[in-house]
């Protein structure tokens, strides 16, 4: 699908790319917004490995699952916020190292990263809910 929706730095700014996000992005009219809740590292049957990098690419695969249910894919992502227990430098890399696997040309979603004290369920490392944009 033909990107439409910019995803810009503005000049006055730092340079987000390493941590693996954008400023903005922009949506033309005439699209539609499909709101994706918060996804974590739990598999169909509800497991969870206690394993950080192990719950963010599961994260990314259920947002994956609902968004192709929608006839999108991660490519489609706008805007993510994204939740992590005891967030440290570490999980940073780890995240910023996922998401560039996901978004080599480094045309990142916006997103706001939220350290938080724990999640919904019990052994829960991370939650990622995403916005994505539908060509209609």
Do not use: C
């Amino acid at each position: 699908m033909e990107k439409i929706v910019q995803l810009i730095n503005p000049e006055g700014l730092y340079d987000p790319t390493p941590n693996a996000y954008s400023h903005l992005a922009v949506v033309p009219p005439g699209h539609t917004l499909v709101y994706v809740a918060g996804q974590g590292g739990e598999t169909i049957t509800g497991h969870l490995v206690n394993d950080f990098r192990t719950q963010v690419k599961q994260a990314f695969e259920n947002l994956a699952i609902a968004l192709a249910s929608q006839q999108l894919t991660l490519q489609d992502v706008i805007k993510q916020t994204t939740l992590v227990v005891a967030h440290d430098m570490e999980k940073l890399k780890i995240l910023s190292e996922e998401t560039l696997i996901i978004w080599p040309n480094k045309k990142f979603p916006i997103n706001t990263l939220i350290p938080v004290p724990r999640l919904a369920l019990d052994g829960m490392l991370i939650e990622i809910e995403v916005l994505a944009v539908k060509r209609q």
